[in-house]
């Protein structure tokens, strides 16, 4: 079955940086695209970011445009979420997620703080 695991969340201070992770099994990862989203307490599951199977499409949340990046290693099976210039509105469990599936990883905890 489907299997997605995200890492690389933590404690930061607001403009930091983290990189998430995310390795995922279960399916054929070179025919999906991926898709970070991100829930804050109190609030909805939001769209953060997106990209094709093969890397060659992408696409940003406005809010996040500019200072996240998303990339995929296929050979790892393993999508990335650079974040940079973190701010405290940044905060949340950032889920990693598979076009077209409605499965999910257990989150990655983002606190930004200072």
């Known amino acids: 079955q489907v299997r997605l695991v995200e890492s690389g969340g933590g404690l930061v201070q607001p403009g930091d940086s983290l990189r998430l992770s995310c390795e995922a099994s279960?399916?054929?990862?070179?025919?999906?695209?991926m898709k970070w989203y991100r829930q804050a307490p109190g609030k909805e599951r939001e769209f953060v970011a997106t990209?094709?199977?093969?890397?060659?499409?992408?696409n940003f949340a406005a809010s996040v445009r500019g200072r996240f990046s998303i990339s995929r290693e296929n050979y790892k099976k393993t999508v990335y979420l650079q974040m940079n210039n973190l701010t405290p509105e940044d905060a949340g469990v950032y889920y990693c997620?598979?076009?077209?599936?409605?499965?999910w990883g257990p989150g990655a905890q983002v606190t930004v703080s200072s």
């Open positions: 997620g598979v076009w077209g599936l409605d499965d």
């Open positions: 279960g399916f054929t990862f070179t025919e999906k695209g």
């Open positions: 990209i094709s199977a093969h890397g060659d499409f992408m």
